[in-house]
């Protein structure tokens, strides 16, 4: 499985983007997906995770689940982080990742995109 993310860039405060994850050479509707953030100085930290099905998110902040949504488009293999009202502290390099793993909380990913950078002027 090949992951390509895109859809960063430069922002202002309070603005929105959407990061997008091509898939490809798998099954992508049976994939598992995810995004992580990698921000200066900081470990890779989990942002949210779509089950297979899409029928299911997680996220490991409340405070982002409210800002960011992440989604799915099988018939596209794409996966998506919608991000609005976003904050200096969201600076990071965010990367998709992905398996075959059906339980949405199961740690560990089998398979990562290159990051797109996400940087969040105040």
């Known amino acids: 499985v090949q992951l390509q993310a895109s859809g960063g860039g430069l922002v202002q405060a309070g603005d929105s983007l959407r990061l997008s994850c091509a898939a490809s050479?798998?099954?992508?509707?049976?994939?598992?997906m995810a995004w992580f953030r990698q921000a200066p100085e900081k470990k890779r930290a989990l942002v949210a995770v779509i089950n297979w099905r899409g029928t299911s998110t997680y996220y490991t902040d409340s405070s982002l689940k409210g800002r960011f949504t992440i989604s799915r488009d099988d018939s596209k293999s794409m996966a998506y982080l919608q991000m609005n009202s976003l904050k200096p502290e969201d600076t990071a390099v965010y990367y998709c990742?992905?398996?075959?793993?059906?339980?949405?909380?199961?740690?560990?990913?089998?398979?990562w995109g290159q990051g797109t950078q996400v940087t969040v002027s105040s």
């Open positions: 990742a992905a398996d075959y793993t059906s339980s949405i909380r199961t740690p560990g990913f089998d398979y």
């Open positions: 050479g798998g099954t992508f509707s049976l994939l598992r």
